[in-house]
């Protein structure tokens, strides 16, 4: 039976060898492990089931147990390297807010500061005269508001005219011991509810015109059930939620600010 995972390390740890076109690296980054599979033809994303691109995974302390200063500051350094050197930064937190394993785009809207319209003095006076503005917005799901997510990203892209977007959005895993313990970053988008076979339409430099930065933490795991399957998450999905928004709201708020700028305070 097919178990599905969005972690592109999984997918590569399942072929008994990579195709010609992608490879596997494995770094330490601020004391956390690292790994870059990169994609970079068709035939490889026809394999893997990925679009070309960057897939870069840290392994981090469980989300269940507290948020992770390493892995915060690992993912920002990621974000660094993916973000433009300028303009406005759309961060959408996607997701249903009321259901607790798809809740953490939600979560993470809700700390991260928008500076967008904020007094150039008084970001200043905070420290943050340096960083790159952001816009944070929660769309929800199609069945609350009526619309896809994706409808809603293009119309405000459209309206404010952003550098990139940062999406952040709660992943299926493959295997248990991803769950709450593992952060994606890649620069191909998303299609929301991938994870739970529920695809929306796709948030991507295709669909809006501008860099799309995909973020996620696993929170479901696939599990086989004779002919059928479970979509199943720890019982500490709460306290996982949480911190793991805790610490992708800190790591993408250093990432907007220069590096020298500031710590992540957990």
């Known amino acids: 039976m097919h178990i599905r995972t969005d972690l592109a390390e999984e997918q590569a740890a399942r072929q008994s060898f990579l195709p010609k076109g992608a490879s596997l690296s494995n770094m330490e980054w601020e004391g956390a492990a690292v790994s870059l599979v990169s994609i970079q033809d068709q035939e490889a994303e026809h394999i893997l089931g990925k679009p ?8 981090c302390e469980s989300f269940c147990q507290r948020s992770s200063e390493k892995g915060g500051k690992a993912a920002a350094k990621v974000l660094r390297q993916l973000l433009p050197q300028k303009g406005t930064v759309l961060a959408v937190g996607l997701g249903n807010a009321h259901v607790t394993p798809d809740s953490l785009g939600p979560e993470f809207a809700k700390l991260l500061p928008p500076t967008r319209l904020v007094d150039p003095e008084k970001l200043q006076a905070a420290g943050f005269s340096d960083c790159l503005p952001c816009a944070v917005v929660a769309p929800g799901v199609a069945g609350q508001t009526g619309m896809d997510s994706a409808e809603i990203v293009l119309a405000l892209v459209r309206k404010i005219n952003p550098a990139a977007v940062i999406a952040v959005d709660a992943l299926a895993a493959g295997e248990a011991s991803r769950l709450g313990t593992t952060i994606q970053i890649c620069n191909t988008g998303i299609s929301p509810g991938s994870g739970v076979a529920n695809c929306r339409p796709e948030l991507s430099s295709r669909t809006l015109g501008i860099p799309v930065i995909a973020v996620g933490v696993p929170t479901v795991v696939d599990f086989p059930m004779g002919k059928a399957s479970l979509m199943v998450t720890p019982r500490e999905v709460d306290a996982m939620i949480q911190n793991a928004a805790k610490t992708l709201a800190e790591a993408v708020l250093q990432a907007l600010q220069p ?8």
């Open 259 to 266: 590096e020298d700028s500031c710590e992540i305070l957990m």
């Open 52 to 59: 070309v691109g960057e897939y870069y995974t840290i392994r």
